[in-house]
């Protein structure tokens, strides 16, 4: 134990003061009687002869001792540690993910996000040097909720101002950041606040020297919904929903989930998940006109944001293809798209010349997808997905600036819809147009110089996917690729292509539209979904796009863009968040030096309590005459 | 002290006259009634005639009806021999006013009253043993000399009742009215001195002495209780239940004297300090049967 207010010793001249003033005491008044034997007769027989007489004559002298070393050492700030603690510069990392909202029952049902404000609370009390303070809330996003301070009660009111999260946190961004804010700053230290779920901090704390982490709960029952998808059955003819649930006990755990599309139950499914595991299933569903599917464990846990999750089911509808090309080279496309069966219109759909194509009506030139294989038409429809193949018109903004003999054709973007189960090694092309991108554009693939190959150019009214090459100078028709990439062309434009937002989203995105809007739209409305009411919301769009952030709590947001509505889910799925138990590892405790409490209390305040105490024990046994 | 008896104050004591409760032989005749038949003008009895007799006192009348010889006999007036034991232990010289100076004042008194009314008057001081004083006082002329005495007399000692009235009684034979003033500390000691005066017919009074803070001590906390008699001491803590315990105690000390006085037809008075002693004489004694 030090103390922190030496100087506070000085006053211990009231010690011997005290003693002085006692013997004063008990050198007692004289008063003279006339028979001392009458009042011996009253006081007893041996009043201050024994032991525990005589103990009792100084032990009022004793309390009050004690009081006065207990004032003085509270006085004195002490600090009970196992080594001497120097001033820091303490960045504090609370971690504001979805696992920190599972509520702990050893803790009277407190989430953890409550435990670490308490937690936090407690650090800034039990260090007992002016420290230099930071408070970041690593949320979806790090944020300074408290720039540098050596208040201490500054942190403690900007916890204040930390609203739960409920979506993935990004601890390794928020150390980061808070390592930039540490640069310069002597005997750095970050304190991370968190239930280390999954072992999101466990890197940390292995890859920094300096990072303390403060582990808060101990719960792990759990049984949460960590993926749904859904995606329409090749054929047209279905949706299929996959579902995984992870179960994060240690404990299996039998349960059901319940689905439900627009509220109508649509099954019911027990499963039994096994400790630490996942249990997986995938629903098929007959939904043409599409709907809103909920997915809901009928289990009451520990967290209950991820007991349910929501996906969008799109109606199925096939596709009107119009491939304008010439006769002789259209063979490859036709063939691929008879193959399609179901996803294309096939009634619907034909092939024509560009001549005939020029003479067709404005109305029958729309379709969800029109191809012109090696021509161009002399006007476009104002509204439109193309698929050009090897020349375009010049509402496409790209140049050809070269030839191109022999390149090579490498996937440059794998994540995109279109480029999906998209093999492209090997295929031979013989030449192909150089181009130059005069606007930015979705590149999907490229030749071995950086030449786009295949791109995709996405206004408010038009969708343009270009390939920069003519496929009967490749062996591209030769190949599963040709009729995958027609597929993933056909299946885009009619789902994503058309789609303003993304059907899934997790707690905390920001919804943006995926293409931009048409210039008429100065606002959207949308609404979250649930309940008897809707409630409606609007968003400015600005140079043709929106962002929505409201994506806090799992559910359907419905988008209203003119006479059309979009629908997207938020959900949280995430197996780290689900994943609650913690790691009982200790991990870098020894960084962060506090001060032992007495009994929850800081030492002064424990001392100053005792010495409150002490004090009103003196004065009962003074006032019941224990002592003398 | 002798500034406190002036003449308007001694004139009117002599209107009070001294009674006993019991009648006492005297040598004098006085005029106290007493019970031995004697000489006075009051009939009392008759009975036969003794040879040796007063021929003076025989009826003749009785003689003549019935022819036999009778003598008649009256109630004899005697002197009343006052003796008052003045405590003059060094408790008595607690408080303030003393309880010592209030004994004195009602002792001259008392000696002072019997002096009045041609009795002998005496005032023994007494401490450990009964000490010489001024007795068989007789005519006012010799007040000054008792007044001057107790002037000069000093509380000192230690109380023994006991060695007192052993030594009172072998130096007074002939019994008379003894009125005792003391602090009677001691109560049992007390009580076999008093039982010692009882047996040799002496007619007792005792007078208490107390002052208002024995009555209802302004003390507390802790203090060192020194003993102005034995001057030994000890270490107390006084509560408010302790002077509580103390009043009851003292109460009951009082009472314990009064209900011994009463069951011997002794006179009990308690003569408060605060109290001024000839409202104390004219008030407090004549209730209590000592003053007529």
Excluded at chain 1, 21 to 31: A, G, P, T, V
Excluded at chain 1, 152 to 171: C, F, K, M, W, Y
Excluded at chain 1, 452 to 470: E, G, K, N, Y
Excluded at chain 2, 23 to 35: E, T
Aim: proline share 5%; hydrophobic share 45%; glycine share 6%.
């Amino acid at each position: 134990m030090s103390l922190l207010a030496p100087w506070a010793l000085w006053f211990g001249f009231v010690a011997p003061l005290i003693v002085g003033l006692y013997l004063l005491k008990i050198r007692r008044q004289q008063e003279l009687v006339p028979a001392l034997e009458f009042w011996m007769r009253l006081a007893g027989p041996a009043p201050v002869r024994s032991l525990f007489q005589r103990l009792k004559r100084w032990l009022s002298l004793l309390l009050w001792l004690a009081i006065v070393a207990c004032l003085l050492l509270a006085l004195g700030n002490p600090v009970i540690t196992a080594g001497s603690i120097k001033p820091q510069s303490i960045a504090i990392i609370l971690d504001n993910s979805a696992s920190m909202q599972t509520q702990e029952t050893d803790h009277g049902d407190q989430t953890r996000f409550e435990l670490a404000r308490k937690e936090i609370e407690r650090i800034t009390k039990f260090r007992p040097v002016r420290d230099e303070w930071l408070l970041i809330n690593a949320a979806r996003r790090p944020q300074v909720m408290q720039p540098w301070t050596r208040d201490r009660n500054a942190i403690r009111e900007a916890l204040q101002d930390v609203a739960p999260h409920r979506g993935s946190s990004d601890l390794r961004s928020a150390a980061a950041l808070a390592n930039q804010l540490l640069s310069g700053k002597v005997d750095p230290l970050i304190v991370v606040i968190s239930d280390g779920a999954h072992g999101a901090v466990e890197s940390l704390v292995q890859d920094s020297q300096n990072v303390a982490f403060v582990r808060v709960g101990n719960t792990q029952d759990n049984l949460g919904i960590t993926d749904i998808r859904v995606r329409m059955h090749p054929q047209m003819t279905a949706h299929h929903v996959y579902l995984s649930v992870s179960n994060s006990s240690d404990q299996d755990i039998e349960s059901q989930v319940t689905f439900e599309l627009d509220r109508n139950v649509v099954e019911v499914r027990p499963f039994s998940a096994k400790a630490r595991s996942e249990w997986r299933h995938t629903l098929t569903l007959q939904a043409p006109e599409g709907g809103v599917l909920s997915a809901r464990i009928e289990r009451p846990d520990a967290l209950a944001i991820d007991n349910q999750a929501f996906a969008v089911l799109e109606p199925v509808r096939a596709a009107h293809i119009l491939l304008v090309s010439p006769e002789e080279q259209a063979y490859f496309f036709e063939q691929s798209l008879l193959a399609m069966g179901p996803l294309v219109d096939q009634a619907r759909s034909r092939t024509v010349s560009l001549e005939e194509y020029e003479l067709l009506a404005d109305a029958e030139r729309s379709a969800d997808l029109v191809i012109f294989n090696g021509v161009k038409p002399t006007v476009l429809p104002a509204l439109g997905a193309f698929l050009f193949v090897n020349s375009w018109t010049s509402d496409v903004p790209a140049s050809t600036i070269g030839e191109l003999t022999m390149p090579s054709l490498s996937i440059a973007k794998r994540d995109h819809p279109l480029t999906q189960y998209l093999n492209l090694g090997g295929v031979t092309i013989a030449r192909a147009h150089e181009v130059d991108l005069r606007e930015p554009a979705v590149v999907l693939a490229s030749s071995q110089n950086g030449s786009p190959m295949i791109f995709l150019f996405s206004r408010p009214d038009q969708q343009f996917l270009c390939l920069a090459f003519d496929v009967l100078d490749s062996d591209l028709p030769f190949r599963n690729a040709f009729p995958i990439l027609l597929r993933n062309a056909v299946a885009y434009f009619m789902t994503q292509g058309h789609a303003w937002v993304k059907d899934q989203y997790t707690i905390g995105d920001t919804i943006r539209s995926l293409r931009p809007l048409p210039s008429n739209i100065s606002s959207i409305k949308f609404a979250r979904m649930g309940g008897e009411s809707i409630s409606e919301e609007s968003a400015l769009v600005e140079q043709n796009e929106f962002a929505v952030d409201a994506t806090s709590e799992v559910g359907v947001l419905r988008f209203a863009l003119n006479d059309e509505f979009a629908y997207a889910a938020v959900n949280l799925a995430s197996y780290d968040e689900t994943m609650i138990a913690v790691s009982e590892q200790k991990l870098g405790e020894s960084h962060l030096s506090l001060s032992t409490g007495l009994g929850g209390m800081t030492p002064w305040l424990a001392l100053s309590a005792i010495a409150t105490l002490l004090i009103a024990g003196e004065w009962l046994t003074y006032h019941f005459r224990w002592t003398e | 002290m002798a500034e406190l008896f002036d003449k308007q104050y001694l004139k009117k004591l002599e209107y009070l006259e001294l009674i006993a409760r019991r009648m006492v032989f005297g040598q004098q005749q006085a005029l106290r009634p007493s019970l031995r038949k004697g000489a006075s003008i009051e009939f009392k009895d008759y009975r036969e005639y003794s040879p040796g007799d007063d021929p003076r006192a025989v009826d003749w009348s009785v003689y003549a009806r019935l022819g036999e010889m009778v003598v008649k006999l009256y109630r004899q007036e005697q002197e009343l021999d006052l003796w008052v034991l003045l405590d003059s232990s060094a408790s008595m010289a607690f408080g303030e006013p003393s309880k010592f100076d209030h004994a004195r004042k009602i002792a001259a008194a008392l000696a002072y009253i019997g002096m009045a009314n041609m009795d002998s008057a005496s005032v023994l001081p007494f401490a450990h043993e009964l000490l010489e004083g001024r007795d068989h006082l007789r005519g006012r002329s010799r007040v000054f000399h008792l007044l001057d005495y107790l002037r000069e007399l000093k509380g000192t000692g230690q109380t023994d009742l006991i060695a007192t009235t052993r030594k009172f009684v072998s130096r007074v034979r002939r019994p008379g009215m003894v009125v005792i003033i003391s602090d009677f500390y001691g109560l049992e000691l007390a009580q076999r001195a008093l039982d010692q005066l009882r047996f040799f017919r002496h007619e007792i009074y005792v007078i208490q002495v107390a002052t208002p803070w024995e009555l209802d001590p302004p003390i507390r906390g802790e203090l060192r209780l020194v003993d102005l008699e034995t001057s030994g001491h000890e270490d107390l803590t006084i509560t408010d239940s302790m002077l509580r315990r103390y009043r009851q105690a003292f109460e009951k000390f009082s009472a314990d004297l009064k209900r011994y006085a009463m069951r011997y037809s002794i006179g009990y008075a308690r003569a408060e300090t605060n109290v001024p002693f000839d409202t104390f004489l004219v008030d407090v004694l004549q209730r209590g049967g000592l003053v007529a």
